[in-house]
C-alpha cells in the first residue's frame, strides 16, 4: 500500500515557476515508476511525466519537454516536478500516481492516487 500526497500548487503568472511535490508512505517506494497527471476542467486526465523505479529514466510528455523536470528521492520517498515557462494551458489539477508496471503514459494501469493539487496559470 503506497499512500501520495502532493503539494506545491497555486497561482502563478504566464512564464513562471512552480515546484510540485509528491510525498508517499510505505517502504515500498522505490519499487514503484512514479507519474504526474493533469486534468483541466471538462478535460480527460492527461500524461505530464514519468520516472523510472530508480530514477534513471524520465518520459516526459512533448508539450512539457525542456520545461517541465520530474525527479525522485527514494530515500526521502518523494517525487518532485519542477515546471518552468508555465502557460495557462498548464493549468489543471496536478495528481501523482505510482505504477507497479512498465507502461506509464496510462492512467488506468496506475495502482496509487495522490488528491490532486491545483495549479493555475494567469496570462
Known amino acids: 500500500q503506497v499512500q501520495l500526497v502532493e503539494s506545491g500548487g497555486g497561482l502563478v503568472q504566464a512564464g513562471g515557476s512552480l515546484r510540485l511535490s509528491c510525498a508517499a508512505s510505505?517502504?515500498?517506494?522505490?519499487?514503484?515508476?512514479m507519474g504526474w497527471f493533469r486534468q483541466a476542467p471538462g478535460k480527460e486526465r492527461e500524461f505530464v511525466a514519468a520516472?523510472?523505479?530508480?530514477?534513471?529514466?524520465?518520459y516526459p510528455v512533448d508539450s512539457v519537454k525542456g520545461r517541465f523536470t520530474i525527479s525522485r528521492d527514494n530515500a526521502k520517498n518523494t517525487m518532485g516536478l519542477e515546471m518552468n515557462n508555465l502557460a495557462p494551458e498548464d493549468t489543471a489539477i496536478y495528481y501523482c500516481a505510482a505504477n507497479s508496471g512498465s507502461s506509464y503514459s496510462i492512467p488506468r494501469l496506475y495502482d496509487y492516487w495522490g488528491q490532486g493539487t491545483q495549479v493555475t496559470v494567469y496570462s
Open positions: 510505505g517502504r515500498t517506494f522505490s519499487s514503484y515508476a
Open positions: 520516472i523510472s523505479w530508480s530514477g534513471g529514466t524520465t
